[in-house]
Nanobody
Framework: QVQLVESGGGLVQPGGSLRLSCAASGFEFSDYWMYWIRQAPGKGLEWVSGISGGGGRTNYDESVKGRFTISRDNAKNTLILQMNSLKPEDTAMYYC?????????????????WGQGTQVTVSS
């Protein structure tokens, strides 16, 4: 049974940091690209970042480039998103998702597996 379980969200002040984790199980983790996608209240899905199966290739949306860092630990089947210099516009539900190939799609059905999400709120 495939599971993607996100954690690490919470309330943080502007300029603060959070570290999101996604624990994966039930599939060959290192064979898949891993992604972070977010959804702000009342808005559609927004692709945030992706990392290749081996971790050697990363991609970021322009809105988070230089502030967020995606990484993975294939020995622990874990995906990480380190978020620094957070802004109120980063407030969203953050989902981890996976697909064998690289994509920037914002259609949930185009991903192989999808987590339940963790809420990030940036507010003073």
């Amino acid at each position: 049974q495939v599971q993607l379980v996100e954690s690490g969200g919470g309330l943080v002040q502007p300029g603060g940091s959070l570290r999101l984790s996604c624990a994966a199980s039930g599939f060959e983790f290192s064979d898949y690209w891993m992604y972070w996608i977010r959804q702000a209240p009342g808005k559609g899905l927004e692709w945030v970042s992706g990392i290749s199966g081996g971790g050697g290739r990363t991609n970021y949306d322009e809105s988070v480039k230089g502030r967020f860092t995606i990484s993975r630990d294939n020995a622990k089947n874990t995906l990480i998103l380190q978020m620094n210099s957070l802004k109120p516009e980063d407030t969203a539900m953050y989902y981890c998702a996976t697909k064998r190939s690289f994509t920037k799609t914002t259609t949930q059905q185009n991903y192989d597996f999808w987590g339940q999400g963790t809420q990030v709120t940036v507010s003073s």
